[in-house]
């Protein structure tokens, strides 16, 4: 029993660094793809980091204050977290904290030494000594394309693993807490006041535009990679054992079962049929378990949309509702 607890213990622990692990290279393409593509090429966009991007901007304009960026970050998602306990309560997991403090320290280490990087790479030939980033002159427009890229990649490293960036998912929550509003309607209209905003500390119209180009492959990034990972899977597994398979299921596999009445029209004899709900990438090891407890059991396997509820996602909700 000793020895199942240590091994059960390990499992979850080896789980827990995987995710943080995920969580922070998520982060660090995010912040990569900031300071390295979107800054150079003079471009903005929506959440905490464009926000930040337009008040350091200002500050410096008007008051010749240097913020870094990340710091910035932290003072936006810090303020958004503290009315955001008060208001509706002290409910963000662990994460979502972790994100929200790499996010401002990553933005940091970029901004202070990619450029070193970049003067070193110049030094050496391996990029004109002129250029705007270490991609050296790209085009501004493959920069920006390039930059929604890696940040959607990064954005969906963090959600996959239960994460979030915080920014507008914190702001969604606060406003649900008096009005019912839709949280991609809280993004979009987020996102194109900082955006447009930019104007306004002289980024000009270039950025805009390249601020909604941004936006756009940045959320069509980390749609379709969640999409591509989080497609799930209805299981009808009939079987003599169904009781062990049950348990296994439930035990190992960490899945909810639903035991369906059923019965054999042949034999006319009454059964149990075990229905589980699980993520496609999830039924590979579900169908191990079955297969090693009856080899003789009958499954079906159908993909399914629009599963929702506790595992799964939650109808109208944000990133933060399933942080763990």
Known sequence: MKNYLDVKTMDKASTMVKEYLSMWVGIALY??????????????????????????????????WDIQIGTMVLIINTSLLLTAGFLVGWKFGVKTIFCVVMVSVMMNFFQTYLPDVQEWMAARGVIPTDSTSIFGNLDRLLLVIMGGIICGTGIFLCFRNGGSTGGVDILAVIINKYRPVNYGRVVMVHDSIVICSSLLVGMGLEAVIYGFIITAVFSFTTDALLQGTQQSTQLLIMSRKYKEVAEAITHDAHRGVTMLDGM?????????????????????????????????????????????????????????????
């Not at 900031?34 to 471009?43: E, L, R, T, V």
């Not at 229905?275 to 993909?303: H, Q, W, Y």
Request: net charge positive; with cysteine.
């Open 264 to 324: 054999g029209w042949f034999t006319k004899e009454s059964t149990q049929v075990v229905m589980v709900l699980c993520r496609k990438r999830e039924t590979a090891d579900i169908l191990k378990l079955v297969k090693g407890l009856d080899p003789n059991a009958f499954v079906s396997v159908a993909s399914v949309t629009g599963v929702y509820g506790q595992g799964f996602g939650i109808i109208g909700g944000s990133a933060l509702a399933t942080d763990k």
């Open 31 to 64: 912040t990569f793809a900031w300071i390295a593509c979107i800054w150079p090429a003079h471009g903005t966009a929506g959440g905490a980091t464009g926000l930040s991007l337009v008040i350091t901007k200002a500050l410096e304009a008007g008051f010749g």
